[in-house]
């Protein structure tokens, strides 16, 4: 993996993270196939070792568990 592959890596988590989380984190939730693609997407992302990626992946991990236990 050289630099380039990891900047993208970080955009896509920056983007789930600012972006897509924020505005459909109950749909992304609710809906089974796309809770499986947003784990699938983040067990991805959490295989790469920029400290950066990984906080992110955690940080929206979170989020989505604080939605999952509220029961939507």
Not at 5 to 34: G, H, N, Q, R, T
Not at 58 to 71: C, H, M, N, S
Request: aromatic fraction near 10%; include cysteine; proline fraction near 1%.
């Amino acid at each position: 993996m050289d630099e380039k592959d990891v900047s993208v890596a970080l955009e896509l988590a920056d983007l789930l993270y600012f972006f897509i989380v924020p505005a459909y984190k109950e749909e992304l939730m609710c809906k089974e196939d796309l809770s499986h693609m947003m784990d699938d997407i983040l067990f991805i992302l959490d295989l790469w070792t920029d400290e950066n990626i990984i906080e992110l992946v955690d940080v929206i991990q979170y989020e989505l568990q604080k939605v999952e236990r509220k029961g939507l």
